[in-house]
């Protein structure tokens, strides 16, 4: 057994955001390392709490070639991703830049998210499907929107639900459980507060991402890699190198170069999500092209199946129930998606550690080719 990386896992998995927002700090100020920021939320808490997303920039800062590393685009799925950085620091990777690499730490992308346990941000979008551009007409999800009712009901048990579930399962015999996933995951742009809703315009999370990549220069350098952490699909514990559409084949085969045959697509068929609107691959494409390489390293948790039901309870209790936001019903849904996305397990997070360093580790290596 390897005692480094079960002491790790015991260590930098954080209880709730603040935690982990403190640890993250800690960490920079007792090591005196990299260049610490944090720009502020204008969400807050559920005490009412300041919420940010902090950065810090490590190794040289005119460097061609930046390593970026992302936690908390998909809010509680945060856990993860801000583990990994941790790690990171903790393993003082920083200590192996050359003169012309860098890595940027973007910490709690969706503070929100992370502090409530919810996917999506302050506006109820999925951050994920909301980097489209929003000057040309958005998107058509003609699924979502006959089964937008049934997705999201007005009640959580009783008749109502009940045929909620009928009208599903009926859209899935008539079209195909393919046809079901698009239809639900990705993307849709009538239904506010509905499911996988990527927005009417720009999340104040989108704006802070366009702000740092502005104020470190990003979109000059010569080449950018992003790793943004995310849970929920896949095997328990397997960490899947997923690409996006909008890099294209030739995205997929400068990702696969560096990290092995591992890599996945939508455009194969080989990922475990389907192709989605609005990711933010979209955004680095628009302004890196063939300059960069992103990937969504994805460690899987329990069956998607057994992660909807939590997922429909919290965008009914914004939708409708309102008033049990602060009840035990609303804590209890918060819970469940919190155990859904970050399974609170030695063995998970071991698993977590081991195939984020093997990743940080290929993706440092890139950078000096």
């Known amino acids: 057994m390897n005692e480094d990386i079960i002491d790790a896992a015991k260590s930098h998995f954080a209880s709730d955001y603040f935690e982990a927002r403190q640890k993250f700090r800690d960490y920079l100020g007792e090591a005196r390392v990299g260049e610490p920021a944090v720009y502020p939320s204008s969400a807050r808490g559920p005490r009412g709490e300041e919420l940010s997303t902090d950065v810090a920039w490590f190794g040289d800062p005119r460097a061609s070639n930046v390593g970026v590393m992302i936690s908390a685009t998909h809010g509680v799925e945060g856990y993860c991703g801000s583990a990994a ?51 040309s007409p958005l998107p058509l999800n003609e699924g979502y929107d006959q089964l937008a009712d049934s997705i999201v009901p007005r009640d959580l048990d009783g008749p109502i639900v009940e045929a ?13 459980e393919a046809a079901y996933r698009k239809a639900r995951t990705s993307g849709q742009y009538r239904h506010p507060t509905g499911m ?22 990003l979109g000059s350098r010569r080449f950018v890699m992003i790793v943004d952490y995310h849970t929920g699909l896949g095997p328990y514990g397997y960490g899947e190198l997923q690409c996006e559409q909008p890099s294209g084949m030739s995205g997929y085969e400068r990702a696969r170069d560096i990290f092995g045959p591992s890599v996945t697509s939508p455009e194969l068929g080989t990922s475990s999500a389907v192709a989605l609107n609005g990711t933010q691959d979209d955004y680095w494409q628009r302004i890196l092209g063939d300059r960069h390489v992103y990937v969504c390293l994805e460690f899987g948790t329990y069956p998607p199946e057994a992660g909807r039901p939590g997922l429909r309870a919290d965008h009914w209790l914004y939708a409708y ?13 918060r819970r ?10 030695l063995d998970w997070k071991e698993m977590v550690l081991w195939r984020s360093r093997q990743v940080h580790r290929q993706m440092l290596d890139a950078l000096r080719l």
């Open 321 to 333: 129930g309102q008033t049990e936001i602060q009840s035990d019903l609303g804590f209890e849904i």
């Open 85 to 135: 950085q941790l790690d990171w620091l903790a393993a003082r990777g920083y200590e192996s830049l050359k003169s012309d690499e860098a890595v940027l730490l973007i910490h709690a992308l969706n503070p929100y998210g992370f502090a409530w346990d919810r996917r999506v941000t302050e506006e109820g979008c999925d951050l994920n499907r909301n980097f489209i551009d929003f000057r």
């Open 164 to 176: 909620a579930d009928a009208a599903i399962e009926r859209f899935r015999a008539a079209h195909g």
């Open 196 to 217: 996988f809703f990527g927005g009417l315009g720009p999340t104040v999370a989108r704006q802070t991402l366009e702000q740092i990549t502005s104020d470190y220069s």
């Open 336 to 345: 469940r998606v919190r155990q859904h996305f970050f399974p609170d397990r």
